[in-house]
Every structure is written in C-alpha cells, then in structure tokens.
C-alpha cells in the first residue's frame, strides 16, 4: 500500500458535507468569499481549494495594518469602511486557480475534476478532491503545513505559524490494464488581487497579471506592487508559449503504479519570504506535511463523538459543524513569522480583504482559546491597541467591541489559571484597566446601564442594547477574576458593579409580551435622539448573538422565564423582523438581509430538545453550506454562500455547543471539571479534550434510568470534577441534579446520577399564540408582514422585490386545495417565488399570480410570496409597508404599501382572493393592501414616524 493510500485509508471525511463538481458557481458568484472553496491555513497563508480541483487562491498578509475612516462610504475615495471596520492590512493574494493537467501520449487531456467528482475535507482539515477518468485515479490536494515543533521564531509551545507557502499536490495512480504514459502539467492564471477587495464584486476586476516572471533553478518568480509569488514544481521543466509558463513532468506507469505531483507555492511581501517559504517547503515531501498537520489537529481538537437518540445523522452534523467553525475561526487570524497577529479576517476568505471587523475577534479567539492559549495571548495583545476605531463621533461608537478584550482575556484566564500573564504583560493589564473604567464611566448617573451607537456595522437600536449589556456583565465577572487573582481591591468594586448592572437590566429591559414577560431588546432611558428607534415595541437584533448566550455566560438561568419567552418571541410574527419563510430574523427590527448569526440564536435560545431539534436542522438547510461552514447573509436554501463564513456565528456556536451541550466549563486556576449537558446530545465521547493545556477523555450517557460521565485524567494535577445531571429528555429546561468527586493524575472517575422522571415539555409552537389572536371568525390569518420589503439584488440588476403574505389555519380541519391570486395594478409584473428558493425573478410577464398549497393543516402557518416587478418609474430597492400588523397597540400607520418613485405617484390596489376547502366546503376570502408611491427621501422621513430612526 503506497504512503498516499494509507492516509486514504486511515483517514475520514464527513458523510453530509462535500460538494460535487461545479465550474457554474465560479462564473456567477461575486465576491471571492462567495465561491465554493475548501480552505486552510497554518496562521500565515489562507488558502482556497475549489470543486474542479484548483488551488483558487493563496494568501499572505502585509507585515503593518493602518487606520481605514471608520463609517465613511464616499465611494470617491479609494479607502472605505462601515461602522465596524477599524484597521486594514495590505496583501498578497495569488488568484492563480492553479490545476493539473493530464497529457497522455495519445492526446488525451485529463483534468483533476469533472462531472462525478468530489471534494471534501480528509480528516476534517485537508482540501481534497477525487476523481476516476480513462482509467486513471487523480486526487489532488492542497496543505499549508503547521511545523514539526515551535519555530524558531515562533510560539514557544504552538507549532505555528507554519511557512508563508503551501504545497499543492495530485497523486496520480493508474487503475487501468495498460500502461499509462504522458505528462503531468502544472497551469495558472498569473493573477494578484489588489491589496484589497471591494465588497460584492468580482474578484477578477480588481486582480492584475504579473509584472515580472522569472524561471530561475526550476523556480518561477512573479512579482507585483502587491508582492511575489514563488512556484516549484517537483520533476517539473518551465516552458514559455506566447507568454505564458507552463511546468511539466513526463511520466510512465504500470498497471498500479502511481505518481505523485507535488508544487511548492510561496507568497510574500518580499522576495525574502519567498526565499525562507521555500525552504521551509523543501524539508519534507507533500505527505509528510499532511501527517505532520494531520497529528497537530488530531492533538489538539481530540476526538469527538456525538449522538442523538433517534437521529444520528444530525448528530453527526452537529459535530462536523462543530469542528468546521473551530477551523474556520482558526482560519481568520494571521500571523508574521514570529506569530504576532497581523490580521483577523471576517470570515475566511472575507468579502473585503485584510480588513479588521472588530465585532468578530472576541468570538474567534473564543472558538479555539480551549486549544491555543497562547495564540489567545498573542490576540489580546492585538485587540487590545485595536479595540476602537481610529476616530469617531462617539466615545462609545460600539462598546462591543470596546469590551472585547476584557471576554478574551478572562477566558484565557478561565482556561489556564495563568495570572502571571498580566503580570509579565503589564501593558495589557493597563489597558484592561483602561477599557472596563472607560466603558463604566459611560454610563447614567445612578444606573449601571452602558449604551451604545453600533454593535458591528449595524446599530443597536436602543441606547442600551440588552446584548450589550449582558456581555458587559460577563466581560466584568471575567475581568474581576483576573483583578481577584492578582490581589487588586478593585475586584470587589467590579462585582459589585456586575451585581447592580444584572438588577438594572432585569429593571429597565422586562415587560409584558405575547408568551408572557419577556425581554424587551433595550431601553433609550428617557434619551431618544434620532439615532436610536422609539421605545414603544419589543425587538430582538438579527445580529445579536449575546443575548442568547445570556444563560451560557451565566447572568441567567435557561428556565428564566423572561428569556426564554424572549426566543420565543423572536421566532413568532410578534417580532416586526422575524421572516416566517425562512424561519429566523432578518437583520434589523425594519427588515434588512437574513442573518447568520440569527440562526444561532434561534438554535441557542430552544429549551427543549424538539425545538433544538427543528432550529438546527433549519440551520443547516438555510444557512450552512456543502462544506459545513456557516455563511453571514444567507439568502435561502438555494443561496446559502452570501457574503462570507460567518465567524462571529460560528463562534458563539463553538461556545454554546462546548458550553451547554457538551456541558463543559473549566477553572483551570480552582482545578474544577464541571460537566453539565443541557443541549440536544444524548451522548457524547471526547477522547483527548484539550482545555487550557490540561488533556481528559471525557464520556457522558443519559437513558431513561440514570445519567453518568466517564472523566480520565491525563494531567498532572488533582482536580474536581462536578457532574450535573438533567431529566432524561430534557434539552435545556429543567431541575438540575449535582454529583462530585476527585480524580488525581492518570486515574478515571465515573459518577453516576438516578433520573428522577422524564421530561415532558415538547416542541412548544408558538404558531398557537399566534393564531389565536390574529385569525378571523372563519378561524383563518391572512396578511402580511415585515416592514421594509426585500430586493432581489441581483446581477441583472432587475427593478424586482419580494411580496409575502402569512396563511394561518386554526381550524380543527386541514383547509385543502388552496390557492391564492394575486392580481396589481398596472406598472407592476407578479411572479411566484418557490418557497424557501431565491431565483431570479424571471418572466414576470403578467399582472396576475397564482400560488396553489395543496393543505394547511391545524394550528399551522405557511407563506404565500411572489416577486414583483416595477416598470422604471419605481425603485423597487426601497418599498416599505408602514406597519406590522402583528406588533400590537397604536404601532405603525394605515397598512400601506409604499413604493419609492420620483416620477409617479401611485395610488391603487394590490388584491388577493384565497380560495380553500374545509371539510369539503368551498370557501373564499379577498384581501386588498393600498399601493401608494412618494420620492425616497421622503419615504425615508415618513418610515422615523412609525420607527423612531434609521440608524442615521
């Protein structure tokens, strides 16, 4: 068995996530972070791997970031940034999508994909795509390697950052009768994108071919402004057509025989790295760095099984997710080659290049900090001189991301115990000091409230965001136990502060809801500006993914009824952004795009294991892609890719799932082990679980008896371990039962803890409250929702936005063959739009539409859409209905449906009649919604009547 066989052989790939050959999704995705790749990195180069088995890209970022203007869109300048992009870092990126090509003698031309082929990740972390053709076996790969040990000029414990090069490789193996002769050819693209990518374009419009090209001892130089890109190939000669480069190897093989190409690609700033990148390459063979990468990740992540009871395939889902994100988070941080941070991208590869999203590196160093405390140091010391924008309006432009550090610098205290960090760093220190009294002298006099104008790019809506504060209340628990460890008073003052600020937020943010108490989302505490929305309705911030880890972080428990009705709100039509087709919030309480991170709070804020169950599978249909990682603006099952991984979501994923439904929290200083599941699990094995530099296996089981954990020790300290057991059934809710015990070095300890009764609460629907209060006297809701509508923003830039309309069904009986028309007024096209699919609006031909539903069952909603389409007098980007007839009280206007036009003004009707059976009965209902027209800016102005403000 050849050494490449082995690794296929000893290696897994997920059996839900891999993607199929597709070159269609190269031509007509946008931005580089919208396209099908695999990525990797070792912390100094990312890299992309696509379906038709290319290296997409390599990149390397620049060795100095700068200030960008902060909140400043003039598209006259070369440099802009949104609210919550504080610092840029210049790159070298390599779109060379560089491929094999496969020559026979007899003039057959192989490629590394084709229709049939797959790509996956081996063993969780290595881009790898397969395919069979004219007898031949091709798999091709891509690995930036991590080091044997800790560099010589690297991290002292970490064996990272690896060299600023990869190594793109394709076994080759002849699987026929005959001999197989001919030429392995190694071809590119001598692209480098400029420095940076603007948001949603094409990466190609702003990549530029090399300047210089040089073969020189079998390696090719390409140089640009942006930097160098090095290429070796292995047996390879270069040969030059019409100015082009090309390198090839001739080749023979027998029947069983393989070959294996291997090239050596380096990025840099300078010809310098590619030197060193090179020569870190050559020190092994392409399938002694995957085994050296291969043994880091299988060190540090451990291995991790899961399961569900009744559903082994979304256990199996959750898990592989669950290690996707860790990679992904791990994906978006760079380093020079002595490990300082250079750059955290949002996403990787992000939408805009070498940019600093400040909102997301709080949650990436959450996602990995358990495994690599000392990367966490070398990111507090970033964050903490990065945590404000260069300048702004605001002293508390996002707090946030002000507080940032504080999280980070806790939970490295949480994980390693290692207090004589912020001894030997006093600088950070300092600024830790810095920022929590900073943050706390924002505040009211005589609250303990702190406010906010943004939490990334988008506004908090209230001054004092409930997410805000929550984190801020857990950033001040944290900080206090560092000031504790080091013997500093102030730790009394800090938890003082924390204790009163959890009284203000239970005092200012709860009020009564549709499902009972609830949190409110905020308060403006009598400060209403325009900045801020009106205080009279309830929200939940599509980007908020602190409020659902209120439980997680400690400030509540998952039975407080406040915050549980909270979620249940936020997945109901009580709540103006929450989107019943595609079942989560939109962005912002007014409409706006889907939202990652929306995703998670559904999935974070279920109690019980039914609705964990429904949030999760939802998740994976709309918003994760075929390779498992989550995306930021999903737009619907078919356009999962939008915008770019999701890491502030994948993050706050990786705390919940290791958090509550592993159920593992660790105090490395006290030497406490406490394993509490309260997710969707059953039962879990993590063999080798890295906490903190501290090793266990951790094994847990529940069953209708009893509930118990399996813990070994493979430290070197005493610790103990307290286990805390559910009912059996039971997701989150429910009375906890605790169990301890003691285990020294190299023992295993088991506990064990009686069930005392099965959970009984399931699925709870929400659709009941609704429909009790919304339907009409034949017991059935039909109407409308949202308040700005969506655009299809689409290449073709059609003038097209999406129209829907909610049918609920409270009758004892099905309603059946039902159908709805939809009938506008000239100047508008109608189309139907398939459910839960975003296509292109195309042949809206007509001014009537009908949507067929073959039943609506009992105490059951579904959603009637269709596009229409404007005629150029409408800007369709910009039409709003002036209220959300589910919110309640005086809120909102007339129902209106307002189109922007600076040329017309409408006045008309959109008609619906619904037609149904119900118990073999023929009934009907017609609807009608008022069309009216007004110039934008003065739609802008009347939307603050019924909103308070848009964030301006």
Known sequence: MSRFDKLLEQGTCSAYFKAVYDPKSYETDMALSERQLFTQSNARVLLGQDTMGRMHFIAAPH???????????????????????????????????????????????????????????????????????????????????????????????????????????????????????????????????????????????????????????????????????????????????????????????????????????????STDGISEAMSLLYLHDSIRWIEITDQFWKRYLGELKVEIRGDDALAAKSRDMHIRNILDDFNCVQTDEKGN????????????????????????????????????????????????????????????????????????????????????????????????????????????????????????????????????????????????????????????????????????????????????????????????????FPYYDGEDSSSVLAPVYGIYGFTYEPWVNYHRFARSLFCSNYDPEMDTLRWFPYGGALDGTAYISQLGGSVTKEEMKKSLDNMIRAAVDETGSLYWWPKAENRRRMIARCSQGQGSWIVQYIRQWLGIRFYARERVLRIQPQGLLDRFNWKGAYLGGYVFDIAYEETEQKGSIQVTNHTQEEFRVIFGCRMYGAGAQGRIQE???????????????????????????????????????????????????????????????????????????????????????????????????????????????????EKVNPMEKTVLPVWVEADASYDASEVWFDSHPFLGGTRGKSGKLWIASEKEHLEDIISVKLQYELNGKKMEKNMTIPVASMPAKELTEYTKTFLGSLGE
């Open 63 to 269: 060795e100095k970031d700068y200030v960008i203007p902060t909140g400043k869109n003039n598209r006259h300048q070369h440099i802009t940034a949104c609210p919550g992009m504080y610092y840029q870092t210049d790159l070298t990126l390599f779109l060379g999508k560089v491929f094999y090509q496969v020559e026979g003698d007899n003039g057959e031309i192989l490629r590394g994909a084709k229709e049939g082929s797959r790509t996956a990740y081996l063993n969780d972390f290595l881009p790898w795509t397969s395919v069979q053709d004219k007898g031949l076996r091709m798999d091709t790969f891509s690995i930036a390697p991590v080091m044997e040990r800790p560099g010589r000029r690297g991290m002292k414990t970490l064996p990272l950052p690896g060299p600023s090069g990869a190594v793109y490789g394709m076994r080759i193996k002849n699987i026929g009768e005959k001999i197989w002769s001919g030429k392995i050819r190694l071809c590119f693209s001598d692209l480098f994108m400029s420095k940076y990518e603007h948001c949603g374009d094409r990466a190609e419009t702003r990549a530029y071919p090399a300047q210089y090209m040089q073969a020189d001892r079998n390696l090719l130089l390409m140089q640009r402004p942006e930097g160098y890109t090095g290429l070796w190939m292995k047996d390879g000669c270069w040969e030059k057509e019409g100015g082009s480069y090309t390198a090839a190897a001739c080749v023979c093989l027998q029947p069983g025989e393989e070959y294996l190409a291997e090239a050596n690609i380096a990025v840099s700033q």
């Open 739 to 853: 169990k301890e015990g003691k285990i020294l070095p190299g023992e295993t300890l088991v506990l064990e803890i009686a069930s005392e009764e099965q959970a009984t609460d399931g699925y709870f629907a929400v659709e009941n409250t609704e429909l009790e209060q919304f339907v009409d006297k034949d017991k059935i809701l039909l109407q409308h929702f949202g308040f700005k509508q969506p655009y299809i923003e689409n290449v073709d830039k059609k003038n097209i936005f999406l129209l829907r309309l909610v049918l609920g069904n409270a009758n004892e009986m099905a309603i059946e063959n039902v159908q709805a028309v939809f009938t506008c007024p000239s100047g508008l096209k109608l189309g139907e739009k398939r459910l839960r699919m975003w296509d292109n609006g195309d042949d809206l031909q007509s001014e009537n539409c009908r949507i067929v539903r």
């Open 341 to 536: 941070v250079l750059i955290h991208w949002q996403g990787a590869p992000s939408h805009c290049m070498g940019r600093l999203w400040g909102i997301d590196v709080e949650p990436t160093t959450l996602s990995f900090i358990h495994m690599f405390p000392e990367l966490g140091e070398r990111l507090i010391e970033y964050m903490v001189d990065r945590n404000e924008p260069g300048y702004a309006c605001f002293p508390e432009h996002s707090v946030p991301i002000m507080m940032a550090p504080l999280v980070m610098a806790g939970e490295y205290y949480n994980y390693t115990g290692n207090h004589r960090y912020f001894l030997e760093q006093p600088y950070v220190m300092s600024r830790l000091d810095e920022i929590w009294d900073t943050i706390t002298g924002f505040c009211k006099e005589g609250c303990s409230l702190v406010p906010s104008r943004y939490s990334s790019d988008g506004i908090v809506m209230r001054r004092y965001d409930h997410g805000t504060n929550v984190k801020f209340w857990y950033a001040s628990v944290l900080y206090g136990r560092i000031c504790e460890a080091l013997g500093k008073e102030k730790a009394m003052q800090v938890y003082a502060y924390a204790e009163q600020l959890k009284k203000d937020i239970e005092k200012y943010m709860v009020e009564d809801g549709p499902f009972g108490r609830q949190i409110s989302g905020g308060t403006n505490l009598g400060e209403q500006e325009d900045f801020y929305m009106d205080e009279d």
